[in-house]
């Protein structure tokens, strides 16, 4: 059973908006968040990560939030580029260093 | 510096045929995973170790799939006998503990004819 999910597959946001990119999770003992960007072809990469411990983390375009009580994390990215376009993954780390991703959800910046 | 290191990038072979992916984990770091990216589950973890050893490989899915890592720069995964349902790409991936972040390599594209 997915113990993270992304709902959303697909994303379309115009060149210079906001996108925001969802993710829920059922175990309440994760204790690290991460998002991972994955071009065609290509490894995941690192993005941004957040502990369970803070509700917001940001790094420049890219800010994350955390609700605890909801076990919901989002990914938001201002303003969103053409070069944003690729698939996002919300994963999270249980105490034994597994990391658990869900499924991505694909965005596409329209210039 | 050298990232993760995956052979072969492409694997194409028949139904019944051994198949063996191999990966050099990034120097200094003592965790390895191993995932299988498919549509309907994503990246779905098939097993991890921390310093060589087998923690976790409640995830690899059948009898047909082993993993090993016989010292802290190699690893393989094999799949004996091959079928098509195990078309996929096959990531690993290593970290250092204590930092949590995983990186990746660039994934062993499989397809069983």
């Known amino acids: 059973d997915q113990q993270v999910k992304q709902n959303s597959p697909s994303l379309s946001v115009q060149e210079g908006r906001i996108s925001i990119l969802n993710c829920d999770y059922t175990?309440?003992?994760?204790?690290?968040f991460l998002w991972y960007k994955k071009y065609p072809a290509e490894g995941p990469t690192f993005l941004i990560s957040?502990?369970?411990?803070?509700d917001k983390n940001e790094d420049g375009r890219f800010t994350v939030f955390l609700n605890k009580s909801a076990k919901h994390l989002s990914l938001h990215i201002v303003p969103s580029q053409p070069g944003d376009s690729a698939v996002y993954f919300c994963?999270?780390?249980?105490?034994?260093?597994?990391?658990?991703f869900g499924t991505g959800t694909s965005l596409t910046v329209i210039p | 510096d050298a990232g993760v290191i995956q052979s072969p990038r492409h694997e194409v072979t028949e139904m019944g045929q051994e198949v063996t992916l191999r990966c050099k984990p990034i120097?200094?770091?003592?965790?390895l995973f191993w995932y299988r990216q498919t549509m309907m589950r994503g990246l779905e973890l098939l097993i991890y170790?921390?310093?060589?050893?087998?923690?976790?490989d409640s995830g690899m899915p059948e009898d047909r799939f082993s993993a090993k890592m016989p010292n802290a720069s190699f690893s393989t995964l094999k799949i004996q006998p091959s079928e098509p349902r195990d078309s996929a790409v096959y990531f690993c991936?290593?970290?250092?503990?204590?930092?949590?972040?995983?990186?990746f390599g660039e994934g062993s594209r499989l397809t069983v004819l």
């Open positions: 120097s200094g770091h003592n965790s």
């Open positions: 175990n309440s003992m994760f204790d690290y």
């Open positions: 991936a290593s970290s250092f503990r204590r930092t949590g972040e995983l990186f």
């Open positions: 994963a999270a780390k249980g105490r034994g260093n597994q990391f658990y």
């Open positions: 170790f921390n310093n060589n050893v087998p923690i976790d």
């Open positions: 957040i502990s369970s411990i803070k």
